[in-house]
């Protein structure tokens, strides 16, 4: 395997494990009934959406 596509492995598990935490997070999110937890779940979403959209 050249570093070309270790690289991109390694990437696309990245992102496939963000997702999958993100979407743990808005899970909680939408079954929560706390409005601090909500709020809490607003918080940490946003790193998980900025890596999502490669800003961050």
């Given amino acids: 395997m ?3 596509t270790l ?3 390694v990437m696309v598990l990245y ?3 963000n997702a ?3 979407v743990a997070i808005v899970a909680g999110f939408f079954r929560t009934r ?3 937890e909500a709020v809490l779940y607003g918080i940490m979403m946003v790193p998980f959406v900025l890596r999502m959209l490669r800003l961050k």
Avoid: E, G, M
């Fill in 15 to 17: 992102y496939c494990i």
């Fill in 34 to 36: 706390n409005a601090q």
């Fill in 7 to 9: 690289s991109t492995v």
């Fill in 2 to 4: 050249d570093s070309v």
């Fill in 20 to 22: 999958f935490f993100l």
